[in-house]
């Protein structure tokens, strides 16, 4: 019986820490899903189909990974994807505050046995966000090694426009 995951986030970009996350679960189950959340009220760098697009491109090298998105609660996107694990990524004990109350929310809200697992992130990557990597890179800083190749291209692209 083959075992699947969802790995979320608004991933606006994803960062090195999204990949070893994504990198380290992939590993752990048979199909891997990357679920984009939509959030209509969050103002994104990259529309809904440049991260889909560029979560793609970052993942091709790991065969069992894919990537959707998702509005909504993410309980209902579970259970109609018929996903085992849901996987979050901590950075920090604020994360696990946060996050250790949506899952046990989640718990109620799931049909089934859905685990949710916490993978700790590599503590080269502990201070990363999305938010930082944009205004670093807004303000001419240098991102180099802390998003993949292809997400700087991304980014490159955009800030010229």
Do not use: W
């Amino acid at each position: 019986m083959k075992n699947k995951a969802l790995y979320t986030g608004s991933f606006d970009p994803l960062t090195n820490g999204h990949m070893d996350i994504i990198t380290r679960a992939a590993r752990l189950y048979d199909e891997l899903v990357i679920g984009v959340v939509v959030n209509p009220s969050k103002r994104s760098m990259f529309s809904l189909e440049e991260r889909e697009e560029m979560i793609r491109k970052a993942t091709e090298c790991l065969p069992n990974v894919t990537v959707d998105h998702f509005s909504g609660l993410l309980a209902d996107y579970v259970n109609a994807g018929g996903f085992d694990s849901v996987i979050r990524g901590l950075r920090a004990t604020t994360d696990f505050e946060y996050e250790i109350q949506m899952a046990q929310m989640n718990a109620r809200l799931y049909q089934g046995h859905v685990e949710t697992v916490f993978l700790m992130t590599n503590p080269n990557y502990s201070f990363l966000s999305s938010s930082m990597i944009k205004e670093v890179h807004s303000l001419g800083g240098s991102i180099d090694g802390l998003v993949p190749e292809i997400i700087l291209e991304y980014m490159d692209e955009k800030n010229k426009a």
